[in-house]
């Protein structure tokens, strides 16, 4: 799986997050796990604070009616006597109308620049003599590059400042973000909000310049086989706002993901709409001109072809919200490190784990539990194995996650099942939010 953000960086001017999956779902850390000692993976992180989740269900709906007279081909048919064929002249309303609706939409979408500080050793530990910001040490200098770029969508507009939404990795370690508007300006972003595992950010502007707000469509209402459009910044600015046209080619789709915070399942709607590095964070709509998608990423791999993954309006919509107004998302949190049983060794799981050879390969194994979480507090330990979530069965740390951040709230109460010493067992987990503290 390819984030579409554009890496300066790299040769290649992108980023690759490795997949290996056949039925359209991408694991991504496979390979890795299974070439490190088994150990290393225990430390996957604390599920929770920074290990988040909010995909918010994605459902298909019934039949949408076409009321739209851009949404209908027009024809014209002639019937020949002599041969009883039927010619039919096709209409070029369709595509003026797209151009149209393009023209109307793209000053709402803008170009990002992540500028991240470098470091600068001089000759013999000396300041380097190229410019930048003195690191007051003596011994280098660190200046700000432009070290990727991707594409975002202006949503909102309010007390005179502009509000964009975009992927998270776009603006990721980010020490200053700038971002490029339609009329070849250049402005000043500031991150309000972030958040690794739905791989989303809110970014503020000065409105000062902002001609154009989107407006998001309903993306509970699509279909495979529905014509949208892609727009973005495809290979950086010089290719700007450039403009791709697909179809819906299937709808709640579940992809793996590889993030900064751990790995998660994201809910995404899939198109053969060309999505390019850079084309990350830009908007993807349907023919009334309405976001109905946020490009995030695409299937990069020999022998395939016209596989991109945006983020479902539905889904982006709250959590922008939760952004803009806290910063952050807030879900639940247990306390434990983890791994999927399945990289546990078979002769640790018999001997160490006590399991029988029907439990093998079927869980999550716990590596660590912190202090005071709620974890410790409700009885659970190192090397106990979690089979299900309140009844639903977790075979992967990601459905674990998908489990907990869906379908439980802060300071509820769940059943939590697992495996001590091959004996099956139920602890009861009051949830709490991980607390942040300040680096």
């Known amino acids: 799986m390819e984030y579409n953000r554009e890496n300066n960086r790299e040769p290649k001017n992108e980023i690759i997050i490795p997949e290996h999956q056949?039925?359209?779902?991408?694991?991504?850390?496979?390979?890795?796990?299974?070439?490190?000692?088994?150990?290393?993976?225990?430390?996957?992180?604390?599920?929770?604070?920074?290990?988040?989740?909010?995909?918010?269900?994605?459902?298909?709906?019934?039949?949408?009616?076409?009321?739209?007279a851009a949404q209908t081909q027009a024809t014209e048919t002639t019937t020949s006597s002599s041969q009883n064929t039927k010619t039919e002249k096709l209409s070029s309303s369709s595509s003026t109308d797209v151009s149209t609706m393009v023209e109307n939409i793209s000053p709402a979408i803008v170009g990002i620049s992540n500028y991240q500080k470098q470091s600068q050793s001089g000759m013999f530990g000396f300041e380097s003599s190229e410019s930048g910001t003195t690191s007051g040490n003596g011994s280098g200098s660190s200046s700000e590059e432009e070290t990727g770029t991707g594409s975002g969508v202006i949503y909102k507009k309010a007390n005179g400042k502009a509000y964009i939404i975009t992927n998270n990795h776009v603006?990721?370690?980010?020490?200053?973000?700038?971002?490029?508007?339609?009329?070849?300006?250049?402005?000043e972003g500031k991150l309000v909000g972030s958040d690794s595992l739905t791989d989303l950010a809110v970014?503020?502007?000065?409105?000062?310049?902002?001609?154009?707000?989107?407006?998001?469509?309903?993306?509970?209402?699509?279909?495979?086989?529905?014509?949208?459009?892609?727009?973005?910044?495809?290979?950086?600015?010089?290719?700007s706002r450039t403009v791709t046209q697909g179809i819906i080619s299937g709808v709640n789709r579940t992809v793996s993901v590889d993030t900064s915070a751990g790995e998660t399942e994201m809910n995404v709607i899939q198109t053969d709409a060309a999505i390019n590095p850079g084309n990350s964070g830009g908007a993807l709509l349907n023919k009334k001109g309405e976001v109905i998608?946020?490009?995030?990423?695409?299937?990069?791999?020999?022998?395939?072809?016209?596989?991109?993954?945006?983020?479902?309006?539905?889904?982006?919509?709250?959590?922008a919200e939760q952004l803009l107004s806290k910063g952050k998302i807030e879900r639940p949190y247990i306390g434990i490190s983890m791994m999927d049983l399945s990289q546990?060794?078979?002769?640790?799981?018999?001997?160490?784990?006590?399991?029988?050879?029907?439990?093998?390969n079927k869980g999550i194994y716990?590596?660590?539990?912190?202090?005071?979480?709620?974890?410790?507090?409700?009885?659970?330990?190192?090397?106990?194995?979690?089979?299900?979530?309140?009844?639903?069965?977790?075979?992967?740390g990601s459905s674990l996650r998908s489990i907990l951040y869906k379908n439980t709230k802060i300071?509820?109460?769940?059943?939590?099942?697992?495996?001590?010493?091959?004996?099956?067992?139920?602890?009861?987990?009051?949830l709490d939010q991980k607390e942040v503290t300040s680096s």
């Open 366 to 396: 716990i590596g660590q539990v912190a202090s005071g979480s709620p974890a410790e507090k409700a009885g659970l330990k190192e090397n106990d194995v979690i089979i299900s979530l309140n009844g639903k069965e977790t075979d992967s």
């Open 171 to 187: 603006v990721e370690g980010a020490s200053k973000l700038t971002v490029s508007l339609s009329n070849g300006k250049e402005v």
């Open 22 to 68: 056949v039925s359209h779902t991408v694991n991504r850390a496979e390979q890795q796990k299974r070439k490190l000692s088994w150990l290393t993976p225990i430390i996957s992180g604390i599920i929770g604070g920074s290990l988040v989740l909010g995909v918010t269900t994605f459902q298909h709906s019934g039949t949408e009616k076409t009321t739209s």
């Open 203 to 239: 970014v503020e502007i000065s409105a000062a310049n902002v001609e154009k707000v989107a407006t998001f469509g309903d993306s509970s209402n699509l279909k495979a086989g529905e014509q949208v459009v892609a727009i973005g910044n495809p290979l950086g600015k010089d290719l």
């Open 344 to 360: 546990v060794p078979e002769n640790y799981q018999t001997g160490t784990l006590g399991l029988t050879s029907s439990q093998l």
């Open 293 to 319: 998608g946020i490009n995030s990423m695409k299937i990069s791999e020999t022998g395939v072809e016209g596989i991109g993954f945006a983020i479902p309006s539905n889904d982006v919509k709250p959590i």
């Open 411 to 430: 300071g509820e109460t769940v059943k939590v099942t697992i495996i001590r010493n091959g004996k099956t067992m139920t602890k009861q987990v009051k």
